[in-house]
């Protein structure tokens, strides 16, 4: 692989590093997809994923309400999907929504018992009208 020389190797290496954890942190997830797309509502997971700012207004609107989803399996499959385009920070905020609503599902996919806690997500893009807060079980 040809590197640009403004590009410090040692950089390269760790995002390579971090896209191969992120590649397989979701994979975690499709291996799971049927039952996850057949249990979860989305509509439960949206409001969440909202004010985490993983997902916007629109975002939520074609989950929720398109034509293209009629049912629930689709929406949450075609959520799921946004998700993985947002990178780590969509898995992140996924797996703290399902922490918060499915435990039993966070437990399968992380090993780990959830813990009521205040996001990590929503400290790291504070503005001056966001207010970091503890999401409740």
Known sequence: MLRPSCIPEKEICLATVEE???VVLWEKIESVRHELTRSL???KLTP???QCR???EQDE???????RFPYKSNRTGHLMDI????GKRGYEAFLE????YYPEHFIRLTGREPAQR???ILGRDTTPFSLPSCAVA
Do not use: K, T
């Open 118 to 120: 205040c996001s990590m």
């Open 20 to 22: 191969e954890e992120e």
């Open 61 to 67: 609107e074609e989950v929720l309400s398109s034509c």
């Open 48 to 50: 969440y994923l909202r």
């Open 97 to 100: 929504s399902l922490e918060f």
């Open 41 to 43: 509502n989305p509509a």
């Open 54 to 56: 993983v997902i916007d």
């Open 83 to 86: 998700l993985r385009c947002r």
